[in-house]
Each structure stands twice: as C-alpha cells, then as structure tokens.
C-alpha cells in the first residue's frame, strides 16, 4: 500500500541522515573526502549523498553497506539491517504467493443456483420479484426493472449477470434485435427504467435495428457506420439461454395478453 512505501522511503532517507551525522568527521571510511573540495558546505553536500546512496544500495542488496566506527553507528546499522530483513522476507513471500496462485477463470452462469451462490446479480421484471425463491437468489441481488428493452440495457452495461426473459423477448430483442426503446443510462440514476426520475435527464434512445440508417449513405450496411448507428445489434452475442433441454428452451410459458384477477396480479401482470 501507499503507506508502507512512504514510510519504508522515510526510513531509508532517516538511515542516510543517521549514519552520516553520527560517522562524519570520526575518521569514517565511508565519509572521507577529497583535498580538493575544500568548501565544508560541499563536504557535508558529498557526505549526504554518499550516505543516501549507501543505505539506497543496501536495499537491492539486502545488506548494509556502511562501514561504521563509532558504537552509535553500529547500533543503526543493526536496525537498518533488521528493517532490509523484514522487508526483503515480505516482497519474496509475496513473490512467491502471487507466482503460485492458480489462476481462477468464471465461466458461464448455468443456473438461478449458480448465479446466486457467486452473489451475481439478477435482472427480471419487478412483477417476478416474489417468484424468486430467496434460498437460491437473495433478494438484494434481485434488480427490477418494469420492461425487458431497460432490463436489456442494464445488462449490458453491467448492472447485473443474468436475466430472466420471455421466449418472444428474447426472439425480438436479442436474436431480430427489431425493437427501439428508451432506457435511462445516467449513471446517477438508480433504477435505470425506461424513464429517468429526474424529468430534466432525458433517456437514450436505444434503437437497434437502426431504423434511420446511416446518416452518410442510407444504403450503405448499418454495421459500417457504428457513429450512426451505435446500438444497432449490440445484443446479438449477449445472452446465451441456460436450460438443460437444447436450444432453444424455454420451460414456463405465461400468456401476458389475458386478464388477471385480484390475486394473480403481482405475480403474472408486468
């Protein structure tokens, strides 16, 4: 962390001082100076720099590399040695763990189980909430959404890892990628539906068939003009449906086009 560097330079930096205000002008080897630098603010400039370049290259050698003569400067070149055993014992046991640590790769959620034991999050129309068994996906990592093209939306930009969809939503939002709705993407907004909670925050206009075309040239293939055309099939290769009949399976089917009663309402009625 940033701490532990700041305060191991400033240990270095402390050594440096230490060894040079404690072993200059006793005769030490390790501060003795030419004839020709006569100045004694060049001296003490010289002896600083030494010391610092001292303690810095017993750090990447993991030894001290002063030569004290004075009991004082012992005593911190012991301390100095102690701190360069520490920290040298600490990067290699972490070297160490990183280089041996299996990588751990994800796959595909296959189930409600599986995505809730991962603690992903789920998408699905707010009138499903309550058929969720809170055993498999807890509540709090359900998110409602009040129709399928924002549910779409926010699953594509992240908010959640999985979603359940209807057979015809699936067929026109993901695979015809036919259908232009609205989605509030502003990232200050917490529900994301079709319309912002701000009322001065306009929603995005998701259009995925493009149905205007490319400004430049109509005729031209709308996967060629991605300016134009940003959201045009961006669904195409999101979804994958989990079931373990094959493809394509779906094993509830709810008529959304008939009244329900009282009763039914919060469970069947979006």
């Not at 990067?91 to 595909?108: D, Q, R, W």
């Not at 045009?232 to 509830?252: G, H, I, Q, S, T």
Request: proline letters at 7%.
């Amino acid at each position: 962390e940033d701490t532990v560097w700041a305060v191991t330079a400033a240990m270095f930096f402390f050594t440096a001082f230490l060894m040079w205000f404690v072993e200059q002008g006793v005769g030490a080897e390790d501060f003795e100076y030419e004839d020709s630098l006569s100045s004694e603010v060049f001296r003490q400039i010289q002896g600083c720099c030494k010391s610092l370049w001292l303690t810095l290259l017993g750090m990447v050698s993991a030894a001290p590399s002063h030569t004290p003569t004075t009991w004082p400067g012992r005593l911190i070149v012991l301390g100095y040695a102690f701190m360069l055993y520490i920290t040298a014992a600490s990067y290699t046991a972490n070297l160490a763990s990183t280089l041996i640590t299996p990588s751990v790769v994800e796959g595909k959620v296959s189930s409600l189980q599986d995505l809730g034991r991962r603690g992903r999050n789920l998408c699905l129309l707010e009138a499903m909430n309550t058929l969720i068994d809170p055993a498999i996906v807890p509540p709090e990592q359900l998110v409602g959404f009040g129709w399928y093209g924002p549910m779409l939306e926010q699953l594509y930009r992240g908010k959640c890892d999985g979603a359940i969809i209807g057979k015809t939503e699936y067929q026109t939002h993901v695979l015809g990628q036919a259908v232009e709705f609205t989605a509030c993407t502003h990232p200050d907004d917490p529900l994301n539906h079709a319309t912002c909670q701000d009322p001065s925050i306009e929603p995005e206009l998701i259009d995925l068939p493009c149905s205007a075309g490319c400004n430049d040239a109509p005729d031209m293939d709308r996967a060629d003009c991605p300016e134009s055309c940003p959201h045009y099939r961006k669904y195409c290769e999101m979804l994958e449906v989990v079931a373990a009949a094959p493809e394509p399976a779906f094993d509830l089917a709810i008529g959304m086009g008939m009244p329900v009663s009282n009763e039914l309402q919060d469970y069947v009625s979006a």
